[in-house]
């Protein structure tokens, strides 16, 4: 490979417009110790920093991505195993990147893993479910209760082994990190990564502001695709604790309805009072996330708000510019950022009034709109239309009208409920700082909840026994179900 030559670049260049699809080296190792003199530190560092700000790949085999599902499949085995850099192997070289993965490494492997998941395989998972719960319904003529395990049954399978063959970054599985040279090349074409990804996902936690290369990476991706329409509608954030609360919403909702239509106790009291008791605590938990999320929506605009490139953290610097497995020396991170900032933006001034500006923006706007959309609340509702589809065919009545109650308070009520505790939570946020009054807060919040619930319900009922059908209130029973209130209480949520 032909050798780069950059003796005459000096560090604070801009590069023109014409620059070449890529920039072939022959790159140096990264070990200072093997450095003759300061000049040649020198040169190395503006032969790094020219390629990074150029945007352009060491080599048409280095812009390498890897399709999300293999990420979901064989993260868990590799992490278990302390080998997660062995997903390099399933990597691809490719062109172009449908998503860049950014997070900091300081957060729980496994609370991003839940985030991935939801992310790439819950809205198929929603859809095979919900279709898997339809076929069993009309399928079971004995009028047994199918729907519902089912609909779980095929949700989990698909969250699990949904192939999405879209192909993302992530660092780990795209850059070699047992070759130092390879490691190196895949490091400062980063740029270039960022470059040919048409969108860019933010793994978000309470550090990633502090991390020097995560805002880097952010503010990058903008500057590359600032002449592109709708760039800040490709920039997704996402908290990482968003996908552990969800999926614990759902299956949480799975097993409460399960037990609910299994369950051969006398329906009133003690199966009401069983389904309250298992529901309202994981209500509570998912109102308590409510609330740190929208508490976080503060922290993140104090954190842009606050940032300077001095505050900010690398892990070259932290571990001091020593490799801690060999001890070699190691260039400085940080010193080909600040370099490639002046190029881009003027100053580290104009990158940090860019972070403060524009990002600052674009991140309140997906944390305030974006994170419990719509969809995902109805995702994670899901196993109420599931049992409803069980109500209907144990029973027999008329398909279409339980069919459109079903989904009037599924895709309705249930997401216009959410939206009003959404609000409330975000009212609230500020009113007590301790965890324990948090939950108390969360614990009122799901009362209020729980009492348009109710309201809805008695509506139902009111009208039911109005047209002489049973009602759930009013004690009157179903034919032929003795004291099983199951039927007339359903039936109230439905009609």
């Excluded at 991935?116 to 047994?144: D, E, K, Q």
């Excluded at 879209?166 to 190196?184: M, R, S, T, W």
Aim: proline letters at 4%; a negative charge.
């Amino acid at each position: 490979m032909a050798t780069y030559d950059c003796d005459d670049v000096p560090s604070d260049e801009v590069p023109g417009d014409d620059v070449p699809d890529e920039c072939p080296v022959d790159l140096p190792q990264a070990n200072l110790e093997e450095v003759a003199s300061e000049q040649d530190v020198e040169r190395l560092l503006n032969l790094y920093t020219l390629i990074l700000r150029q945007m352009q790949p060491t080599g048409t085999d280095i812009i390498r991505g890897i399709p999300a599902f293999r990420v979901v499949q064989k993260g868990p085995r590799r992490w278990m195993k302390g080998e997660l850099q062995k997903l390099y192997s399933f990597s691809e070289v490719t062109s172009e990147l449908d998503e860049f993965w950014s997070h900091s490494w300081r957060t729980k492997v496994w609370v991003k893993y839940a985030s991935i998941l939801l992310l790439a395989n819950g809205l198929p998972a929603f859809l095979v479910g919900t279709l898997a719960a339809l076929v069993a319904g009309g399928l079971s003529a004995a009028r047994y209760v199918w729907c519902t395990p089912a609909g779980t049954l095929a949700y989990y399978l698909t969250l699990l082994l949904w192939r999405r063959k879209k192909k993302v970054f992530l660092d780990i599985a795209c850059i070699n990190q047992e070759d130092g040279g390879l490691k190196a090349e895949g490091l400062i074409s980063m740029g270039a990564f960022l470059k040919r990804s048409k969108s860019f996902l933010v793994l978000w936690d309470s550090t990633y502001v502090s991390r020097l290369w995560c805002m880097f990476e952010m503010a990058a991706f903008l500057r590359s695709h600032e002449l592109d329409k709708g760039a800040e509608e490709s920039l997704v954030v996402c908290p990482v604790f968003v996908g552990p609360a969800l999926l614990i919403g759902h299956l949480g909702l799975c097993t409460l309805f399960m037990l609910y239509l299994f369950s051969p106790v006398p329906q009133i009291p003690w199966g009401v009072l069983f389904i309250c008791g298992l529901a309202f605590p994981c209500l509570t938990l998912f109102t308590f996330a409510m609330i740190a999320h929208c508490r976080s929506i503060d922290i993140i605009q104090k954190q842009v708000q606050n940032f300077s490139i001095d505050n900010s953290w690398s892990q070259c610097c932290a571990c001091g510019h020593v490799v801690p497995d060999s001890g070699e020396q190691m260039i400085c991170d940080r010193t080909i950022i600040l370099r490639c900032i002046a190029a881009w933006f003027g100053s580290t001034e104009g990158f940090e009034s860019t972070v403060r500006g524009k990002v600052q923006t674009v991140l309140v706007h997906q944390l305030t709109h974006r994170v419990f959309s719509y969809w995902r609340i109805v995702q994670v509702t899901s196993p109420a239309l599931w049992a409803f589809l069980d109500f209907w065919n144990t029973q027999g009545h008329g398909f279409l009208e339980y069919a459109l109650s079903a989904a009037n308070l599924c895709f309705l009520f249930l997401p216009c409920i959410y939206l009003l505790l959404l609000t409330m939570a975000y009212r609230v946020r500020n009113l007590c700082g301790w965890t324990c009054t948090q939950m108390l807060l969360a614990a009122g919040l799901v009362a209020v909840g729980v009492t348009s619930f109710v309201l809805f319900v008695m509506a139902g009922d009111c009208r039911n026994v109005a047209s002489g059908k049973e009602g759930f209130f009013s004690g009157q029973r179903q034919e032929g179900h003795g004291d099983d209130y199951r039927v007339p209480f359903l039936h109230s949520l439905l009609l």
